[in-house]
């Protein structure tokens, strides 16, 4: 189990990475397809706003592409080397790792953004209560 507090924490669960009281997503479920990457505009505990900027989360398309090409070369090394299939069906499998994978490859790519950028703040509560 993850601890809660950690990045990686909020990476998997793709809660808020100020406070991680709640899902960043309008809907948890990234296999709502009209829904994978609708993102809400701010925690409602803590109201840090996830749009830094406008297009913010062009950045990470790169994070996705790395992402992708980590479920390929595992698609690639479960079939290939540890089951001993032909090289054709270590690329069928490849391409069904990644079809069936993506929206959780988008969304874990949009959550290790934002973590590059925000921080767990255990004292969110009172950051809020001296802010008022």
Avoid at 2 to 30: A, D, H, R
Avoid at 46 to 67: D, I, N, W
Wanted: proline share 4%; aromatic share 16%; glycine share 4%.
């Amino acid at each position: 189990m993850i601890k809660k507090g950690t990045k990686l924490y909020s990476i998997f669960t793709g809660t808020c990475p100020v406070c991680q009281m709640e899902s960043m997503y309008t809907n948890k479920n990234p296999y709502i397809l009209p829904d994978v990457l609708k993102i809400n505009d701010h925690c409602s505990h803590c109201h840090t706003k996830y749009r830094l900027e406008p297009s913010f989360f062009y950045g990470s398309m790169y994070v996705s592409y790395a992402v992708g090409i980590a479920f390929a070369v595992a698609a690639f090394i479960i079939s290939y080397v540890f089951i001993g299939t032909s090289l054709l069906t270590a690329f069928v499998s490849i391409v069904l790792t990644l079809v069936a994978f993506g929206p959780i490859i988008m969304r874990l790519s949009r959550n290790i953004w934002i973590n590059i950028f925000m921080h767990y703040n255990k004292n969110w509560a009172n950051k809020n209560i001296d802010s008022h």
